[in-house]
């Protein structure tokens, strides 16, 4: 049995890119909290191109520096802990997430024997998904289970690495960290999951030892119980993604309010693991992110507006 160990240690921020949000939801209906089908039939017509969020994160030379920023960043980290081997692992323990402060989390222990690993997120974290976003753009849809479904299966070939990714992972791996992905794919689609991210260049990942998927433990779309199944094999150093919910669960209790949320990210034990084991890359196409209402994200103390003018 794992003990608990308490980890404090402080550490620079990771710099944010801001971007506008775009409202359509995409990818798997688990990722979004929603189980909702959007329909194909009587949708508008196709867009006359992509939306913002997609221009912004799959186009721009902006999004490119940032995620290779981000990158450099996450295996520079990397290489430094497999040198100086740490006793705790960077994956949040049960009691924490059940209901302990953020005042003083609990991190799994590490023990003597275990192998080092950092775990990656794989949809927008390690790939993008050129092809099922671009069919959902051109056919004026936002989401589909079933079509999603169908590129999980068939989809290899047609996701792209995201920029950095591929000089990160010979980093990391020359530094002896075994790389895992943790993704909310099914574990239906097995072969086909593990075909996109060989064929994006990243490499062979095994069902069960460096390919976790959903269904592989209790939870549904929450991730800890995966975090926790990798944990009794490796010692997890560095966790990544574009949603909360890559690093721990207690970040979509869907009971908190965008604000609640953003202010938990910002909790004494949680904010200095950002880029200190905790990485969060730029997502403005979908997620649990695009949410808030006018006084949630502009609040009430920052209104302004400017002086009449003279007549």
Not at 4 to 25: E, G, H, K, M
Not at 116 to 137: C, H, K, Q, R
Not at 303 to 311: A, F, M, N, V
Request: glycine content about 8%; hydrophobic content about 40%.
């Amino acid at each position: 049995m794992k003990h608990r160990i308490l980890l404090s240690s402080i550490a620079f921020l990771a710099a944010c890119q801001t971007v506008p949000p775009d409202p359509a939801p995409t990818e798997q209906a688990a990722e979004m909290g929603t189980d909702k089908v959007i329909q194909t039939a009587g949708q508008p017509a196709p867009p006359a191109a992509p939306t913002q969020g997609q221009q912004w994160l799959y186009g721009s030379a902006e999004s490119r520096i940032a995620l290779k920023q981000d990158w450099n960043a996450i295996a520079s980290y990397v290489e430094a802990k497999a040198a100086a081997r740490p006793n705790a692992s960077v994956v949040l323990a049960p009691n924490t997430v059940s209901g302990a402060t953020a005042e003083a989390a609990d991190f799994l222990a590490c023990n003597a024997d275990q192998p080092l690993a950092a775990v990656f997120d794989a949809d927008e974290t390690l790939i993008w998904n050129l092809g099922s976003m671009g069919y959902f753009a051109r056919e004026g849809i936002a989401f589909a289970p079933a079509i999603w479904d169908e590129w999980e299966k068939t989809g290899a070939g047609k996701a792209v690495a995201i920029p950095g990714v591929k000089d990160a992972f010979k980093r990391i791996r020359d530094a002896g960290v075994e790389i895992i992905v943790n993704t909310n794919r099914s574990n239906t689609n097995i072969q086909g999951s593990a075909d996109t991210l060989k064929a994006a260049g990243l490499g062979e990942f095994a069902h069960g030892r460096t390919l976790f998927l959903k269904g592989d433990a209790p939870g549904g779309s929450g991730k800890d119980g995966r975090r926790y199944m990798i944990s009794d094999t490796y010692c997890v150093i560095a966790l990544a993604g574009d949603q909360l919910g890559d690093i721990a669960d207690i970040f979509n209790d869907k009971a908190l309010t965008p604000p609640e949320r953003k202010a938990l990210t910002a909790a004494p034990a949680f904010d200095p693991m950002w880029g200190n084991g905790w990485f969060i890359l730029p997502n403005p196409v979908y997620g649990p992110s695009l949410a808030g209402s006018m006084e949630e994200v502009f609040p009430p103390e920052t209104d302004w507006s400017p002086p009449p003018t003279e007549e």
